[in-house]
């Protein structure tokens, strides 16, 4: 447990990552959840947008861009922006783009942070990327 004033349970699950513990999705629902309006979850100021946003920079300070490493953000419209601002220094090099023909050059310099939230966007991403020889995790990351 740590309290870092935002949501404990996702801290601990990108903790565990980190270490190695990997997830799967089951194909079967294991239990049902539900949510009212004045549940933790839509009241608690752990849970709001900037929290969770701070948690994944925090992740992203501790992994792929730990000791001061820069990024090349690529994603587009308001996530893009968010993400940009959200990273402030941490950018080394921006690219609105949801396409990896629409690229200025043939190669980014890693690491690379995609913005994007469309599953087939990632997969088209992740092809190209790891065509290019580079690792998920290790060289490239999404964030949503």
Known sequence: ??????????????????????????????????????SSTRTDERYSHDKFLSLKVNALDSGLLRNGRTATLVGVGSSLERWRQALGPRVAAC???R???????????????????????RQRWRDYLTQTG???????????
């Open 95 to 97: 690219h609105e783009s």
């Open 99 to 121: 396409r990896p023909g629409d690229l200025p050059g043939p190669r980014l310099r890693t690491p690379v942070v995609l913005a994007l939230m469309a599953p087939a966007a």
């Open 1 to 38: 447990w740590q309290d870092r004033g935002w949501a404990e349970d996702l801290d601990l699950w990108i903790r565990l990552a980190r270490h190695g513990v990997r997830f799967g999705k089951l194909p079967a629902r294991l239990y049902g959840w539900r949510q009212h309006p004045g």
């Open 134 to 144: 580079m690792l998920e995790s290790r060289d490239f990351i999404f964030v949503a």
